[in-house]
């Protein structure tokens, strides 16, 4: 009995000594606050006030004349367990984006904000 009760001691210390558990939270790009972005006036604001609010934007597309300017904060929160060789990986990204459509004369024409669902 004294063996099978070693036996099973090393492997509880070998399944043990393969455990791991790791979370994290990663935040990507500039948060986009209610109050500045009802500061947008269609037909208003300019690209210039765009670029004061909220800076550079994440992303820049022409389409034909006009200019759109997309600007994304991302929430990925991930985690991990390790059991020796068995693993599980998972993580979930939460985004709110705003995209503003610049005229040729680089006056808002339209906006709008999609917020991530929690």
């Not at 004061?52 to 034909?64: C, D, E, H, N």
Request: aromatic residues 6%.
């Amino acid at each position: 009995m004294s063996k099978l009760c070693w036996f099973a001691g090393m492997i509880f210390v070998l399944v043990s000594a393969g455990c791991s558990v790791h979370s994290g939270k990663v935040e990507t790009g500039k948060v986009l606050d209610e109050a500045s972005i009802k500061k947008i006036v269609d037909g208003k604001t300019t690209g210039s006030e765009i670029m004061v609010l909220f800076g550079a934007p994440t992303k820049t597309s022409r389409l034909g004349k006009e200019e759109l300017f997309v600007y994304k904060h991302c929430t990925t929160d991930s985690s991990s367990v390790t059991v020796t060789a068995i693993g599980h990986t998972g993580s979930q990204e939460k985004c709110n984006e705003l995209s503003i459509v610049l005229d040729e004369s680089g006056v808002v024409k339209n906006h709008g904000f999609v917020a991530a669902k929690m």
